[in-house]
């Protein structure tokens, strides 16, 4: 699905807070806009965004080197997967739809997958190892899906979610709607006038507000607190009006895992303010989202949430016990969340 920078900052590095968090501007890129963030480790991250823009940064954030790829300069990168200083896959979202892959730290880019299929839209990529999804669309009724088994080389689609509900597709917002580990298979959530989970070819209504194009699931990520009793949180809600709280985040239980069902769903007690467009975990316990109406964090697993900033962004992810937390979004911008 297609989807004002609400503060401006005079210089870079210019800083908005609350209490003990802070988030500090490394760089702003022209106008672009970003939703394609991977952080490798606390050295290493990659963004991706419009205009066939690219850019990483090897020393923290501190410097950046930017890319464009010649025969996609027109294209919206709103997915990435890095691997290493040297190797990332990014993915174009659509008509045509594009993955290239570079190996040499982004001076040069092979084009690994390509298509021109009518009404095709790319909107996110999970890589665990080797191995890896994309997610599109609905192509003839049908959730549109690739896997790659060796790091992106090659790419087949396969049909592994049940069948979409009529006018429910994806978010192309951050690029987190679909996630896997090594013990647990694909999981997608969607948005539209339906919001479902998707896992194992079974689709399981989400209590997130949905009804409109703009409303819906947009992330999802899995807990890997070995103790857990949530085992994922999804984020989203309406962009179309970004300070609403209704229904905007969904927990998922443990117990899902074990038996499959709506039951295992719940809302949060205190729930994050506005729409977002992604979360991450930081920590056992500590999970943080994102998206145009701001910044929450939560350090109790996603039942209690408290806004941190204002800041809109599309994007945020960090390694997990970690000690780099990057954002990024609208107006070129990419930062530094700490503590």
């Keep these: 699905m297609r989807l004002k920078l609400l503060l401006l900052f005079s210089i870079l590095g210019g800083i908005c807070s609350t209490n003990a968090q802070k988030i500090t501007i490394l760089t702003q890129h022209g106008k672009e806009s970003f939703r394609g963030l991977s952080v490798v480790n606390d050295s290493i991250a990659w963004v991706s965004g419009t205009h066939g823009n690219v ?11 930017w890319f464009t790829i010649s025969e996609c300069d027109k294209c919206d990168f709103r997915s ?4 290493d200083n040297n190797t990332a896959i990014v993915v174009a979202i659509d008509t045509p739809s594009f993955i290239f892959k570079t190996k040499d730290g982004g001076k040069t880019w092979n084009k690994v997958w390509e298509s021109h299929t009518s009404g095709m839209f790319l909107d996110a990529c999970h890589f665990v190892g ?8 609905p192509v003839d009724g049908q959730i549109f899906t690739l896997e790659t088994m060796n790091q992106g080389e090659t790419w087949k689609p396969v049909q592994i979610f049940a069948q979409p509900q009529t006018n429910e597709a994806f978010f192309a917002s951050s690029a987190s709607n679909i996630v896997f580990s090594k013990k647990i298979a694909p999981i997608a959530v969607s948005g539209g006038e339906h919001a479902s989970l998707f896992y194992k070819k079974k689709s399981y209504r989400l209590p ?6 703009s409303t819906g699931a947009n992330s999802i990520v899995l807990n890997n607190n070995k103790l857990e009793n949530i085992a994922a949180i999804i984020v989203g809600g309406d962009f179309m009006n970004k300070e609403s709280s209704d229904s905007n985040i969904v927990l998922v239980k443990k117990s899902f895992f074990l038996n499959p069902n709506v039951s295992a769903f719940q809302l949060s ?4 303010k506005g729409y977002k467009s992604s979360v991450t975990q930081i920590n056992n316990e500590t999970f943080i989202a994102t998206g145009t109406s701001g910044t929450d964090i939560s350090n109790d697993e996603g039942v209690n949430w408290k806004h941190i900033s204002d800041q809109p962004f ?10 780099w937390i990057v954002l990024a979004g609208p107006n070129g911008i990419v930062a530094n969340l700490s503590f």
């Design 55 to 65: 850019g990483k940064s090897i020393d923290h954030g501190k410097t950046w080197e």
């Design 80 to 83: 990435i997967q890095a691997f």
């Design 130 to 137: 080797k191995n890896g999804y994309v997610i599109g669309d």
């Design 208 to 213: 997130i507000t949905q009804g409109k194009t």
């Design 269 to 272: 007690k205190t729930p994050p």
């Design 314 to 323: 599309h994007v945020i992810q960090s390694v997990f016990k970690g000690n």
